[in-house]
């Protein structure tokens, strides 16, 4: 069936039942992911790429998306990275807005939202009323849903059974699927930072390649003894999809590398990887943080940031205290964890993006704060090897 505007007719329903219909545009193919929301007003490639988004349907809160059209996907950085997406290739399930720009204007943009969307066979539908959406997945936490944007919809008896037939979002192993198979080296730096991939975002390996270190990428599944072959001198566990709970060699690495007292990072499901990997327990939130505007406080100076999120499960606060890691930043909204330091080793995590792409670049300095362990305990090495020399 066809409009008389010329689109094709595209639904949505959430496992409740709830059912929106509207225009498919990109891919017309069926789609089944969690239905999640961002409240960021700009940024749409770089979220859309994502990995922290895999499994899911995304819905922008923003009412028009596509205006600035989609940059070109081979130009790269000074490191070969890509410059403008967070990965290669669009990693959300589909996008639900409430209107896509059709004619894009901007001098970097080579093809429209749609068209990137159809090349690479994502789903999107628009027309939506998104105010009644996000309401309604704030009301009922987030749910499964489908995506049917094709010649011939499928009837909602039909969109159940696939709803129904589905795996969880939570039983999914989704770093698997977004993290690197082997090993990858970017840089030449002499000084080396592990890079446990469980879905990583490329302005994470920017901003550690800015201040001077080779990166080595690793696959989420390595041991202890495949991160020590590079002879780091940190170690950084990235952000990712899915449950935490999931990455069972990912949490034993980290707690080996947390004992060996190598300064480590965590960076969102970094952050629940590491307190995990000290006895803390996770949850999943009911509609999750995702947006470029989402509050924090520093526990330690009292201030307050606006950070870039995109996370669907914290770490339990409760739990810490069975730990020797303390809360360094809490959500100004919910009070929820965005932050841990350990109290005697040089780890330290935040729940939020100090990376931002997009977002505010508020807490660059967190990667800072990372690279000033890496220095105290590389001066702590050298005058233990001095003193043993004399």
């Known amino acids: 069936m066809q409009k008389p505007d010329g689109s094709k007719p595209a639904v949505l329903m959430l496992e409740d039942g709830t059912t929106f219909f509207g225009k498919g545009f990109g891919a ?15 940024g749409y490639p770089e979220s859309m790429t994502d990995p922290s988004y895999a499994g899911q349907v995304l ?19 000074i490191f070969g990275l890509p410059r403008f997406f967070e990965s290669r290739g669009i990693k959300v399930s589909g996008i639900v807005v409430q209107e896509q720009c059709e004619r894009p204007s901007h001098w970097a943009s080579r093809e429209t939202l749609s068209e990137w969307m159809t090349r690479e066979g994502i789903p999107g539908i628009s027309g939506v009323d998104t105010r009644a959406l996000v309401t309604t997945i704030r009301e009922r936490g987030v749910m499964m849903s489908v995506l049917a944007n094709g010649p011939e919809l499928a009837t909602r008896s039909q ?33 080396v930072v592990a890079l446990i991939d469980c879905g990583v975002k490329t302005n994470i390996i920017r901003n550690l390649l800015t201040r001077g270190y ?21 170690v950084v566990i990235s952000n990712g999809p899915g449950d935490p709970r999931l990455c069972t060699q990912t949490v034993k690495t980290t707690a080996r590398l947390v004992d060996s007292e190598l300064p480590v990072l965590g960076i ?15 949850y999943k939130l009911k509609y999750g943080h995702r ?18 999120q995109n996370h669907g499960y914290a770490v339990e606060p409760k739990s810490l205290a069975e730990t020797r890691l303390r ?64």
């Not at 696939?162 to 082997?182: C, E, P, T, W």
């Not at 995990?276 to 327990?281: D, K, L, N, R």
């Not at 990372?370 to 090897?385: M, N, P």
Request: glycine fraction near 10%; charged fraction near 25%; charge should be negative.
């Open 28 to 42: 017309q193919v069926d789609a089944v992911g969690e239905a999640v929301f961002n409240t960021g007003m700009v």
């Open 59 to 77: 819905c922008f809160t923003y009412p028009l998306i596509g205006n600035y059209g989609v940059p070109g996907t081979g130009e790269v950085d």
């Open 159 to 191: 969109l159940k059974k696939q709803l129904d037939g589905a795996d969880r979002y939570d039983s999914i192993d989704f770093v698997k699927r977004v993290s690197v198979a082997r090993p990858e080296v970017y840089g030449t730096s002499g000084k």
């Open 214 to 234: 080779s990166i080595a990428r690793l696959p989420f599944d390595s041991s202890y003894a495949d991160v020590m072959q590079h002879d780091p001198v940190g």
């Open 268 to 282: 969102c499901l970094g952050e629940q990887v590491l307190g995990m990997s000290q006895g803390a327990e996770t």
């Open 291 to 308: 947006g470029q505007n989402k509050p924090v406080i520093d526990l330690d100076s009292g201030r307050g940031y606006v950070t870039s």
């Open 327 to 390: 809360p360094w930043f809490v959500n100004a909204d919910d009070r929820s964890v965005e932050g841990l330091l350990h109290e005697s080793r040089p780890c330290l995590a935040v729940q939020f993006h100090p990376e931002a792409t997009p977002g505010p670049y508020d807490t660059e300095f967190v990667f800072d704060r990372f690279v000033s362990l890496v220095e105290t305990q590389e001066r702590a090495a050298g005058e233990k090897i001095r003193s043993m020399r004399t």
